[in-house]
């Protein structure tokens, strides 16, 4: 008789707590998720849209951290999955489940990479670097990226410069709401749930895309190949070349991986016969280590944190007093110009030139102010454009279009 009551108890608790969860869980896709979890319509809507999947079982795992190849594909599905060619990286194999997703989200400058040929497809996605790939993804879709008014979180000084752009934008746009505290934690990784939640707001926010209106498209936006802002001419006044003479000009540049060079080319191409190309080459060359710009002490890191850094230059600029329009490129390095740019405007004479830098960066917008304030007076400086690493021949054309440049063709 003891022994029946104390089963008939054990088996009274079982049924209660049984009951319990079943009311503590959705009776949705996924029997991990918590009903009214934050998270919970996202997931179900990445399910829908077949943007992500749950681990098995039934179960969406929202506490399993996310992965970079993972976010590369899930924006990939949410484009149709196209057709992509193999990324250069060397760690991303072409079998993988997301090597088209990382061909595609290359191709298209919405992922970089950490430098040294590698993506890191397996590594946990950081929530900072999550932004950053939304951003540069809404960009891709030829989105308005303008950031008007952004809270900062109390840990913004955490945030990577790289980032930082991002971050701002997404808060703006409420794509993230951050932690307790007004904290963003931008170094921890994103779990499943704080992916889908993130993605999930991005692709629904006021697009008309209610997920609960029975829509089936999963594209919000119309797609839009070219991701440049349209370019803002400067008002300063080009000055008058002689009619006689047909203005030259230089197109200088530096570009460690080549996405400043493509652009560099575009322009002399929209120019013509009257513009040279002139690639401005460290005497050291910076080895993909140099570059490394995950690792604080690499060398391209020692040098942007140093305001007296000035790498030398090999080889100068044939004639350079023959030239009326210099464009000068860069990549962004930490929010700046590379320090070696510092280095050519000191070296060469740029007084009664017209100087249109340009610069191509993951994320992060133009800048020109360390090279102005090392540059000598007497030049008109025409504020320039950033462009990203994909930027077609049109809108290189369409850029140097709007700079009413007369050049005496
Ligand atoms: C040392 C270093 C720092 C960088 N810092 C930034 C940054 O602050 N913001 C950003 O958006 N991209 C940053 N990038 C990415 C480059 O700006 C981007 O990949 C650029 O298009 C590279 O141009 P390139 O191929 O002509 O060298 C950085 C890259 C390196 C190597």
């Not at 990939?76 to 990324?87: I, K, L, T």
């Not at 000035?310 to 210099?326: A, L």
């Not at 090392?374 to 008109?380: C, F, K, L, P």
């Amino acid at each position: 008789m003891k022994h029946t009551r104390k089963l008939l108890s054990i088996l009274l608790t079982l049924a209660l707590v049984l009951s319990c969860s079943v009311a503590a869980f959705a009776a949705g896709v996924f029997t991990d998720i918590p009903s009214g979890a934050y998270y919970e319509r996202a997931a179900e809507y990445a399910f829908e849209k077949n943007l992500l999947f749950g681990t098995g079982d039934g179960r969406f795992s929202p506490n399993m951290n996310l992965s970079r190849g993972m976010l590369a594909t899930i924006l990939w599905r949410n484009e149709g999955q196209p057709v992509a060619g193999d990324s250069a990286f060397t760690d991303v194999r072409s079998d993988a489940y997301y090597a088209a997703a990382i061909g595609w989200a290359t191709e298209n400058g919405i992922v970089f990479g950490y430098g040294n040929d590698l993506f890191g497809p397996e590594d946990d996605i950081q929530r900072q670097q999550l932004a950053v790939m939304l951003y540069r993804y809404a960009e891709y879709k030829g989105e308005n990226m303008t950031v008007t008014s952004s809270t900062p979180f109390a840990d913004d000084d955490r945030i990577a410069n790289y980032a930082k752009t991002a971050v701002e934008w997404a808060r703006e746009r409420e794509i993230i709401a951050g932690k307790g505290g007004n904290l963003f934690d931008p170094a921890g990784s994103a779990t499943r749930a704080e992916a889908a939640a993130m993605v999930y707001r991005y692709l629904t926010a006021d697009r008309g895309d209610d997920p609960d209106d029975g829509e089936d498209s999963p594209a919000p936006n119309p797609p839009v190949t070219e991701p440049d802002p349209t370019p803002t001419p400067d008002p300063t006044p080009t000055p008058e070349p002689d009619p006689d003479e047909e203005a030259k000009v230089l197109v200088a540049y530096f570009s460690c991986t080549n996405h400043t060079e493509g652009v560099a080319q575009k322009i002399k191409t929209a120019i013509g016969e009257s513009a040279d190309l002139h690639e401005i080459v460290p005497a050291v060359p910076y080895t993909a280590d140099d570059l490394n710009y995950g690792n604080s002490i690499c060398r391209a890191n020692q040098e942007q944190n140093d305001e007296a850094a000035r790498p030398v230059i090999s080889g100068t600029v044939e004639n350079m007093e023959d030239y009326d329009v210099i464009f000068l490129g860069y990549p962004i390095w930490w929010g700046i110009a590379p320090r070696i740019m510092q280095t050519f405007v000191e070296n060469n004479d740029l007084s009664g030139k017209t100087v249109i830098p340009f610069c191509t960066s993951g994320s992060s917008p133009y800048n020109d102010s360390n090279i102005k304030a090392s540059a000598g007076n007497d030049i008109t400086w025409i504020t320039g454009q950033r462009f990203s690493s994909g930027a077609s021949q049109a809108v290189v054309e369409t850029w140097v279009a709007g700079l009413n440049l007369d050049l005496g063709q």
